[in-house]
């Protein structure tokens, strides 16, 4: 069965830094696509960060510059490093995988499989 966990959320004040994980199980992750994507409340679901199957990364431009993903192939698990937050940064972050050929999207309808969930806020 195809699963994936996210863990690594809390609370962090702004200017911090917080690193999340995908642990994937049922399948490997360096052959589909791997997107976080975040929802603060109220607001739509949209895409943060993701990395192809052949490793090709995009971002959103609200966190070029301080966030970074990668994957440990050995672990089958995606990071996503978090700097520099900023209140704005709260919300439920998700990760999410997809048989997806080339670059990857940052569309969530691209994603066919979804993990539960981590928190993350960004507080004083």
């Known amino acids: 069965q195809l699963q994936l966990v996210e863990s690594g959320g809390g609370l962090v004040q702004p200017g911090g830094s917080l690193r999340l994980s995908c642990a994937a199980s049922?399948?490997?992750?360096?052959?589909?696509?791997i997107g976080w994507f975040r929802q603060a409340p109220g607001k739509e679901r949209e895409g943060v960060s993701c990395?192809?199957?052949?490793?090709?990364?995009n971002y959103a431009d609200s966190v070029k510059g301080r966030f970074t993903i990668s994957r440990d192939v050995a672990k089958n698990t995606v990071y996503l490093q978090m700097n520099n937050l900023e209140p704005e940064d709260t919300a439920v972050y998700y990760c999410a995988a997809g048989p997806i050929i080339g670059i990857p999207p940052m569309s969530s309808r691209a994603y066919n499989y979804w993990g539960q969930g981590t928190q993350v806020t960004v507080s004083s």
């Open positions: 049922g399948f490997r992750l360096e052959r589909y696509a």
């Open positions: 990395i192809g199957s052949g490793g090709r990364t």
